[in-house]
């Protein structure tokens, strides 16, 4: 079973490698989505969407929120960032990690499945 939690942070980067408006400071509210891959329970469940909400907003969207990303990463694009939090988030979660998606915007977002 797939089972996936949201979440939002808000944080400032620029990219000085790229060649267009993403190089000047800016902001995004970033939308991630945790997805972990567990066998269903006797109890029904197969990961209690707690237990994922509280490792992740203490791994990740705490650590993230209200941040300048180029201080945690050199060049933090959107690919970058997420490679960060599914390295972070594979050894913290007690179940398989199976994806990581992250959105700059409602229409712009990247997807992390281990590589
Ligand atoms: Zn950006």
Redesign the pocket.
Known sequence: MLVSKAFTFDAA?LLPYYDGE?RNL?G?TYRLVVTIDAPVQKDGLAMDFAILKRIVKEKVVDRLDHTYLNDLLQNPSAEHVVIWIGNDLKDAVPATLHQVDLA?TPSSWVVYRGE
């Open positions: 980067h993403c800016h995004h700059e």
